[in-house]
């Protein structure tokens, strides 16, 4: 398949939207969303159906509307030509700075028109025609987006909200014009009060000047608000899209060659010094320093990284000076990668929204109806033409379900943007549907509930050992082992004695005796670590001392390393993979949302056990010593008795149980396998922010809904109230604008989510 983006111009409402998309999946092969907030259609197509992109832009602009393919930049040149500037962009003149200007001139030349008509008092004699001078450019100009949407559109057979719109302002302005020059109302002298409904009176001599006025004003004021929101909804992608490096000080022949970061190549070597960003990912090959990833992860406190580590491009080096090798560049980077899956999910469509675009299909045509029928039936019912003109324009305009187009794409829009600056990557628009659903959540347990990583976690001495001198003769031996026991243990015997690895002693004659442990001599002393069959095959006394300690360790699931020196047994360490301190809150955090956490590991029930204890699991809701192609028939088991389950894990053995769960959640700093098969990425690898991820996309669809129900909800309310003469044409203008405020503002407090 080819995927394209087309930049989408002149959408003005739900109806735009739904029409261009209708067109567009009607050609063979093609598979088109149309996304009204970030005015983009991203179409797919076979590549043997015969379809190409300029076909697809000439149909989009045979229905009024303007379309261009969106290419990503060329890599930049090492040296712009001389003379060359910055060229200008399509930001450097942007929709609200048009729409501002055209508001501020009609505001200026409405307000007056709006104040004769309100307060008599103010109606001098003749004052009706400075009326008709200053609301003639209101509804010419100003209106003219409105009025140029309504004829491009019935051109092609079609009715949008701009069709309500221009009719509505045309109808009462028409009218005015020939109450002045044919009927009574250009007399001088002539009077006219004020009311918020329609009231009877002489279609001759009433005008609606201040109407045609108003609801442009109105309506003008509504869609700057909202161009404005929709700039600010789409922030924390932008800020995501402005986060890496422009160029980077590349290490070539030794010395230091500063070139753009598109000239980066994987395996070259680059120079970041304090305050500077990371240009792309890849992993420290010299020096140390503490590193500040708070956009990507929304982890505030800097990490520190040293040779070896990982480092991602977009993150802020803090302190020291660090040479980097590059690992993946361009495209292939996290933060690129991060930036994609936001716009797709921004671009994608929920449900609720294709239910919403199939409302504003039908709902133009049927509202134009209602204002037929409206006028007709109040000229039979009363014969009175003004009555029953006020109320057709009233419904035109009330009825403009302008709202209904912005309610999803706002919402998703702030609310994956917001997710993004936390570290919660929403892969797409269905995945919140599924949230609002699940009611189990599995997680598994190494590198999701615990570290992934052994640690030393307790220290038993046998009889008057000294614990000290039993870490540092241990710690000393192991440290010459690379197995991830000895490491644990040389860590923390490092740690609790207060030094660096490097400062332990260094052993004399080391050996590795394989699947038993470590021998050597450290500081004169014959040291043995590693199981009881190491200890008791170099006939060490006092083995029984230390069996208990052993059984005790094992029981609460630890890996026990037996360390004895001098031909005695002198204590136990006991080794483990390490919850993470996080977890228990974790866990309280998932139940305190409904949910019912499982753990799923492949180690012993003893250890399964031991983590579930720590962080507040039932023992049975644990399932042990499961194969990694097990871990799918956990998933469908548990939805087989009914139940919804979102899957929490980070390896390439949990990328299967993840597609098969209802709603897969990846930790970001597990394998690409885990994070391509799961709906939403947690970036940090802190299970606490599943529970924020569930309540962001909850919260997410949730404001949809909210949105949904305001924008249609309210033009169902006012369309009988306006059908019935009991709401004013401007009145109805400055509600029907104002609602599309209150979607987007409502939408814009997910920016406040924490």
């Given at each position: 398949?080819?995927?394209?983006?087309l930049a989408v111009g002149g959408m003005t409402c739900a109806s735009c939207s739904s029409r261009i998309e209708k067109k567009l999946n009607r050609m063979?092969?093609?598979?088109?969303?149309?996304?009204?907030?970030?005015?983009?259609?991203?179409?797919?197509?076979?590549?043997?159906?015969?379809?190409?992109?300029?076909?697809?832009?000439?149909?989009?602009?045979?229905?009024?509307?303007?379309?261009?393919?969106?290419?990503?930049?060329?890599?930049?040149?090492?040296?712009?030509?001389?003379?060359?500037?910055?060229?200008?962009?399509?930001?450097?003149?942007?929709?609200?700075?048009?729409?501002?200007?055209?508001?501020?001139?009609?505001?200026?030349?409405?307000?007056?028109?709006?104040?004769?008509?309100?307060?008599?008092?103010?109606?001098?004699?003749?004052?009706?025609?400075?009326?008709?001078?200053?609301?003639?450019?209101?509804?010419?100009?100003?209106?003219?987006?409105?009025?140029?949407?309504?004829?491009?559109?019935?051109?092609?057979?079609?009715?949008?909200?701009?069709?309500?719109?221009?009719?509505g302002t045309l109808a009462a302005f028409g009218w005015s014009l020939w109450a002045l020059f044919v009927g009574d109302a250009g007399i001088p002298g002539?009077?006219?009060?004020?009311?918020?409904?329609?009231?009877?009176?002489?279609?001759?001599?009433?005008?609606?000047?201040?109407?045609?006025?108003?609801?442009?004003?109105?309506?003008?004021?509504?869609?700057?608000?909202?161009?404005?929101?929709?700039?600010?909804?789409?922030?924390?992608?932008?800020?995501?899209?402005?986060?890496?490096?422009?160029?980077?000080?590349?290490?070539?022949?030794?010395?230091?060659?500063?070139?753009?970061?598109?000239?980066?190549?994987?395996?070259?070597?680059?120079?970041?010094?304090?305050?500077?960003?990371?240009?792309?990912?890849?992993?420290?090959?010299?020096?140390?320093?503490?590193?500040?990833?708070?956009?990507?992860?929304?982890?505030?406190?800097?990490?520190?990284?040293?040779?070896?580590?990982?480092?991602?491009?977009?993150?802020?080096?803090?302190?020291?000076?660090?040479?980097?090798?590059?690992?993946?560049?361009?495209?292939?980077?996290?933060?690129?990668?991060?930036?994609?899956?936001?716009?797709?999910?921004?671009?994608?469509?929920?449900?609720?929204?294709?239910?919403?675009?199939?409302?504003?299909?039908?709902?133009?045509?049927?509202?134009?109806?209602?204002?037929?029928?409206?006028?007709?039936?109040?000229?039979?019912?009363?014969?009175?033409?003004?009555?029953?003109?006020?109320?057709?324009?009233?419904?035109?305009?009330?009825?403009?379900?302008?709202?209904?187009?912005?309610?999803?794409?706002?919402?998703?829009?702030?609310?994956?943007?917001?997710?993004?600056?936390?570290?919660?990557?929403?892969?797409?628009?269905?995945?919140?549907?599924?949230?609002?659903?699940?009611?189990?959540?599995?997680?598994?347990?190494?590198?999701?509930?615990?570290?992934?990583?052994?640690?030393?976690?307790?220290?038993?001495?046998?009889?008057?050992?000294?614990?000290?001198?039993?870490?540092?003769?241990?710690?000393?031996?192991?440290?010459?082992?690379?197995?991830?026991?000895?490491?644990?243990?040389?860590?923390?015997?490092?740690?609790?004695?207060?030094?660096?690895?490097g400062e332990l002693p260094t052993p004399e004659r080391f050996e590795n005796v394989a699947g038993a442990g470590v021998r050597g001599t450290v500081e004169?002393?014959?040291?043995?670590?590693?199981?009881?069959?190491?200890?008791?095959?170099?006939?060490?006394?006092?083995?029984?001392?230390?069996?208990?300690?052993?059984?005790?360790?094992?029981?609460?699931?630890?890996?026990?390393?037996?360390?004895?020196?001098?031909?005695?047994?002198?204590?136990?360490?006991?080794?483990?993979?390490?919850?993470?301190?996080?977890?228990?809150?974790?866990?309280?955090?998932?139940?305190?949302?409904?949910?019912?956490?499982?753990?799923?590991?492949?180690?012993?029930?003893?250890?399964?056990?031991?983590?579930?204890?720590?962080?507040?699991?039932?023992?049975?809701?644990?399932?042990?010593?499961?194969?990694?192609?097990?871990?799918?028939?956990?998933?469908?088991?548990?939805?087989?008795?009914?139940?919804?389950?979102?899957?929490?894990?980070?390896?390439?053995?949990?990328?299967?149980?993840?597609?098969?769960?209802?709603?897969?959640?990846?930790?970001?700093?597990?394998?690409?396998?885990?994070?391509?098969?799961?709906?939403?990425?947690?970036?940090?690898?802190?299970?606490?922010?599943?529970?924020?991820?569930?309540?962001?996309?909850?919260?997410?669809?949730?404001?949809?809904?909210?949105?949904?129900?305001?924008?249609?909800?309210?033009?169902?309310?006012?369309?009988?109230?306006?059908?019935?003469?009991?709401?004013?044409?401007?009145?109805?203008?400055?509600?029907?604008?104002?609602?599309?405020?209150?979607?987007?503002?409502?939408?814009?407090?997910?920016?406040?989510?924490?």
């Amino acid at each position: 398949m080819t995927e394209v983006e087309l930049a989408v111009g002149g959408m003005t409402c739900a109806s735009c939207s739904s029409r261009i998309e209708k067109k567009l999946n009607r050609m063979e092969g093609v598979t088109a969303t149309v996304n009204l907030a970030t005015e983009k259609a991203k179409v797919s197509f076979g590549e043997g159906e015969g379809v190409a992109v300029a076909q697809l832009i000439a149909l989009v602009e045979k229905l009024g509307y303007t379309a261009e393919e969106i290419v990503p930049p060329p890599p930049e040149p090492l040296e712009p030509p001389p003379g060359t500037g910055p060229a200008p962009t399509t930001a450097d003149i942007t929709e609200p700075d048009t729409l501002r200007q055209r508001l501020i001139v009609s505001a200026v030349l409405s307000l007056p028109v709006v104040l004769l008509a309100m307060i008599p008092a103010l109606q001098f004699d003749s004052w009706q025609w400075l009326s008709l001078t200053l609301a003639a450019p209101v509804v010419v100009w100003g209106g003219l987006p409105f009025h140029r949407a309504a004829f491009t559109n019935l051109r092609h057979g079609a009715a949008t909200m701009d069709t309500l719109v221009s009719v509505g302002t045309l109808a009462a302005f028409g009218w005015s014009l020939w109450a002045l020059f044919v009927g009574d109302a250009g007399i001088p002298g002539m009077r006219h009060g004020f009311d918020f409904t329609a009231s009877p009176g002489d279609g001759a001599s009433t005008i609606y000047l201040e109407v045609a006025a108003g609801v442009v004003t109105f309506i003008l004021l509504g869609r700057w608000l909202e161009a404005r929101s929709k700039q600010k909804a789409g922030s924390a992608l932008r800020a995501l899209l402005e986060l890496g490096a422009k160029d980077v000080a590349v290490l070539r022949d030794g010395t230091e060659q500063r070139v753009p970061v598109g000239r980066l190549a994987v395996g070259d070597r680059f120079v970041v010094r304090p305050g500077e960003t990371v240009a792309t990912d890849g992993t420290v090959v010299e020096g140390a320093s503490a590193v500040e990833a708070s956009m990507l992860t929304g982890e505030s406190v800097p990490v520190d990284v040293g040779v070896d580590a990982a480092v991602t491009g977009g993150t802020v080096n803090v302190s020291g000076r660090l040479v980097v090798r590059a690992t993946r560049v361009g495209s292939d980077t996290q933060l690129a990668r991060m930036a994609r899956l936001v716009e797709d999910a921004q671009t994608g469509k929920a449900q609720v929204q294709r239910l919403a675009d199939r409302i504003a299909g039908v709902f133009v045509p049927t509202v134009l109806l209602i204002a037929v029928g409206t006028l007709g039936g109040w000229l039979g019912a009363t014969g009175d033409a003004t009555a029953a003109f006020t109320a057709a324009v009233a419904v035109l305009i009330i009825a403009c379900p302008c709202a209904l187009g912005l309610a999803t794409p706002t919402a998703l829009m702030v609310g994956t943007g917001r997710g993004a600056q936390l570290g919660i990557l929403i892969k797409g628009p269905e995945v919140l549907e599924s949230t609002r659903r699940v009611d189990t959540v599995v997680l598994d347990k190494t590198g999701t509930v615990t570290t992934g990583r052994m640690e030393l976690t307790d220290v038993h001495v046998a009889g008057d050992t000294q614990e000290r001198l039993l870490l540092r003769l241990a710690g000393a031996l192991e440290h010459a082992s690379e197995h991830p026991v000895a490491r644990a243990v040389t860590a923390g015997a490092a740690e609790r004695l207060g030094l660096a690895a490097g400062e332990l002693p260094t052993p004399e004659r080391f050996e590795n005796v394989a699947g038993a442990g470590v021998r050597g001599t450290v500081e004169g002393h014959e040291v043995l670590a590693g199981r009881e069959r190491l200890l008791a095959e170099a006939g060490v006394t006092g083995l029984e001392a230390v069996a208990k300690l052993r059984d005790d360790a094992e029981a609460a699931g630890r890996t026990a390393v037996l360390v004895a020196w001098d031909g005695a047994a002198r204590g136990v360490l006991a080794v483990a993979d390490a919850v993470k301190e996080t977890s228990a809150e974790a866990v309280r955090e998932l139940r305190s949302l409904g949910l019912t956490p499982v753990l799923l590991t492949g180690d012993n029930q003893a250890v399964a056990r031991t983590v579930a204890d720590a962080v507040g699991i039932a023992p049975d809701a644990v399932f042990a010593e499961v194969l990694p192609q097990d871990k799918v028939d956990v998933v469908r088991r548990l939805q087989g008795e009914g139940k919804v389950v979102a899957m929490v894990g980070d390896g390439v053995n949990d990328a299967a149980a993840l597609a098969t769960a209802d709603l897969g959640l990846a930790m970001g700093t597990g394998t690409d396998a885990a994070i391509e098969a799961s709906d939403l990425t947690l970036v940090r690898g802190d299970l606490r922010v599943a529970a924020d991820a569930i309540r962001l996309s909850r919260k997410t669809l949730a404001t949809i809904k909210g949105n949904l129900f305001w924008a249609f909800g309210y033009n169902v309310a006012a369309l009988p109230l306006a059908a019935a003469g009991l709401l004013n044409p401007m009145i109805a203008g400055a509600a029907m604008a104002f609602s599309s405020v209150f979607v987007v503002t409502n939408s814009l407090r997910l920016r406040t989510f924490t």
